[in-house]
DNA sequence: GACGTAGTTTCTCTATAGCGAAAAGGGGGT
DNA sequence: ACCCCCTTTTCGCTATAGAGAAACTACGTC
C-alpha cells in the first residue's frame, strides 16, 4: 500500500530542494496552493491526473514519486549444465523452449567465455523483439550500430528488426538468457 | 501528462490477462467493481490510494501502471531500477520486461523463501504460453493438477490456459525466470 | 424462443478532492 | 514594540471520486 506520508515528504522534498515555494510550484504545475499544502501535509490524497500535474510542474517522472525504494539483491548465480550446444568460439547456448507449433517464441540461455564474440544475427522481420536479462557477467549487446554495456540484473528490449549482435568485453563469464519474439516475414 | 486512456487499456489488458473479471479485481484490491469499471474507461480519474489498490490486487508495482512507455529502439533497465514487488507470504517478484504497447510479454523473477507458496494463478485466456527456468533451488510447478518438481537448470514449459500455481518445497531459497506470454481474451 | 447466469455498465447518493480567498504564522527592517 | 512583506495553513464552496445496487448485455441451456 501507498503511504501518503512518504508521498508528501517527497514532494515537499523535491519542491524545497529547488527553492520553490508553494506559490511557485502552484505556478507551474497547474495545482492550486492549498491542494498542494494538503498533499504535503498527507491531508489529502491526491488523484493521478493532480500528482502528474505536479510532478511535471516539478520536473520529475511521475514514477519518481510513486517509487518504492529499490531493495538491494544479489543475482544467485547457479546453474546445472544440461543439453548445450557448443559453438566455435567458445561460447555455448543453451535452448530452453521446447518446439511448438504456432508459437514463434525462443527462450535461450547463453554463457560467453570471457572475451569472446557471439557474432552478430541479422534482422528478422519487422515486429520481431528480443528481451535480454544478464544473469552474471558483462555483455556487450550492439543494437544497429549502438553499443550498450549491461552488467548482471540488467535487462534491455529491443525490436530485433535490425542486425545485432552479442559479445562478453569482461575477464568473467558472461551468462544471459534471451527471450526472442519472432515474426514471420511478409510473403 | 498521464493519459487516462492508456491507463485503463493497461488496468483492462493486466485484469483480462489475469483471468479476473471486474468482480474478482474488486476482491483482491477493495475498489468497487464501479469504480474499476471507470478506472478501465477512462471515466474517472482514481486517487492515488485507490490506484495504488489496484496496483496490489494486480499484483503489480505502482510504478508498472504509470510508467510511461519509452519510444527508444532500446530499453535498458538497470538492475537497480527494476520492479520489485514484495508479496504477503514473503515472496520477491521482479517484473525486468519494460512496458512497451503492444506487447503482450511479461519477463519476471521470482524468489520464493524455503516452504513459501506462491499460490495458484488462474487460468489465461487461450493461446497462452507460460516458460518456466529455474535458476537455484527447488520448484514445485502445479499445472491443472499435475505438480512437477523442478532443480536448479531445469526448465519447464506449458500452456498457461489452466489454473498454475508455484511453490518452494525445499529448504534453500528458490529463484526462477518466467515468460509470459499472455493472450487477450476477445471480447 | 424463452430463461437463466455471469459480466459489465449505468444510476443514485455520499464522501471528499480541489479551488479561491481569507486568516494565521514568521522574520526583518525602521 | 509595530508594520510590511512572504509563506503556509485554514475555511467555505463546488466538482467529482468512490461505493452500492439496479439495469443492461451478452452468452449458453433447456
Redesign the interface.
Known amino acids: ?2 503511504d ?1 506520508g512518504v ?1 508528501g515528504e517527497r514532494v515537499q522534498q523535491l519542491r524545497t530542494g529547488r527553492g520553490l515555494t508553494l506559490q511557485e510550484l502552484a505556478e507551474r504545475s497547474s495545482v492550486s496552493v492549498s491542494m498542494l499544502s494538503s498533499v504535503e501535509r498527507a491531508a489529502k ?5 493532480v ?3 505536479i510532478a ?1 510542474g516539478l520536473g520529475v ?3 519518481r514519486l ?3 525504494p ?2 538491494d ?1 544479489v ?2 548465480r ?5 543439453e548445450v550446444s557448443d559453438h566455435p568460439g567458445g561460447w555455448r547456448r543453451t535452448i ?3 518446439v ?1 507449433p504456432g ?1 514463434n ?1 525462443e ?1 535461450l ?1 547463453t554463457e560467453l567465455p570471457p572475451g569472446c564474440d557471439a557474432g552478430s544475427f541479422p534482422a528478422y522481420a519487422p515486429g520481431s ?1 528480443e ?1 535480454v ?1 544478464v ?1 552474471s557477467g558483462t555483455l556487450a ?1 550492439t ?2 550500430e ?1 553499443r ?1 554495456t ?10 530485433a528488426d ?1 542486425v545485432h549482435g552479442f559479445a562478453n568485453p569482461g575477464s568473467e563469464p558472461c551468462v544471459y ?1 534471451l ?1 526472442a ?1 519472432i515474426m514471420r516475414p511478409r510473403r
Open positions: 500500500m501507498l501518503l508521498l490524497a491526491p488523484t493521478i491526473t500528482l502528474s500535474r511535471d517522472p511521475l514514477t510513486v517509487a518504492e529499490s531493495p539483491r543475482i544467485v547457479r546453474a546445472a549444465e544440461q530452453l523452449s521446447p511448438v508459437v517464441v527462450l540461455r523483439h528481451y536479462v544473469q549487446l543494437v544497429d549502438q550498450l549491461l552488467g548482471a540484473g540488467d535487462s534491455a528490449y529491443f525490436a535490425v538468457h527471450t519474439l
